[in-house]
T-cell receptor, first 114, second 116 residues
Framework: ETGVTQTPRHLVMGMTNKKSLKCEQH?????MYWYKQSAKKPLELMFV???????ENNSVPSRFSPECPNSSHLFLHLHTLQPEDSALYLC?????????????FGPGTRLTVT | AQSVTQPDIHITVSEGASLELRCNYS??????LFWYVQSPGQGLQLLLK????DTLVQGIKGFEAEFKRSQSSFNLRKPSVHWSDAAEYFC????WGGGATNKLIFGTGTLLAVQP
């Protein structure tokens, strides 16, 4: 595997389910990000992790719970979601600090909440 | 405040025609600028980036962009568009927010359609 991978690619869940999204980066980066992309809306930054420590939480509802066990893996735990949470969830990574500012994205997980 | 504006929400060009996608930014220092492309149902792929030096930068898939500081612009160009270029294009500027992370500000995107 190369780059940034995300699983699953598609997920349908009911409002009472609990599920997790997984992201893995194979680039040796030390920062990871979760974004939400909804139709007709700008890309929303949800969480930022640097060196496995959460450094930003952009007023995201508590039904979204991130976890970063190491610098290569990032999870987004989902529970009691709402239909408006249906979106494409993108993971990205970068080399923090002066190592370069570009972010590399995974293919995304298309989430549908029914 | 830092911001990125992509004035064109949707653009249609004919295959073989030239393309220019506009991006204007507001940033307090020398910006780092990026263009990304997103095909339907996919993640964002980095096309090119500007850090410093030559203001005309070359990217993948035959794209180029020119940084114009006086106009606060970083427009993306391609001399001859192919049907496979149909996608959404995002301009981004950074870093912002400080700290050890490289947060970027993304524009709202320009959706490119290519007519045969």
């Amino acid at each position: 595997e190369t780059g940034v991978t995300q699983t699953p690619r598609h997920l349908v869940m009911g409002m009472t389910n609990k599920k997790s999204l997984k992201c893995e980066q194979h680039l040796g980066h030390n920062a990871m990000y979760w974004y939400k992309q909804s139709a007709k809306k700008p890309l929303e930054l949800m969480f930022v992790y640097s060196l496995e420590e959460r450094v930003e939480n952009n007023s995201v509802p508590s039904r979204f719970s991130p976890e970063c066990p190491n610098s290569s893996h990032l999870f987004l735990h989902l529970h009691t979601l709402q239909p408006e949470d249906s979106a494409l969830y993108l993971c990205a990574s970068s080399q923090g600090g002066q190592g370069g500012y570009e972010q590399y994205f995974g293919p995304g997980t298309r989430l549908t909440v029914t | 405040a830092q911001s990125v504006t992509q004035p064109d929400i949707h653009i249609t060009v004919s295959e073989g025609a030239s393309l220019e996608l506009r991006c204007n930014y507001s940033y307090g220092a020398t910006p780092y600028l990026f263009w990304y492309v997103q095909s339907p149902g996919q993640g964002l792929q980095l096309l090119l980036k500007y850090f410093s030096g030559d203001t005309l930068v070359q990217g993948i898939k035959g794209f180029e962009a020119e940084f114009k500081r006086s106009q606060s612009s970083f427009n993306l160009r391609k001399p001859s568009v192919h049907w496979s270029d149909a996608a959404e294009y995002f301009c981004a500027v950074g870093p912002w927010g400080g700290g050890a992370t490289n947060k970027l500000i993304f524009g709202t995107g320009t959706l490119l359609a290519v007519q045969p």
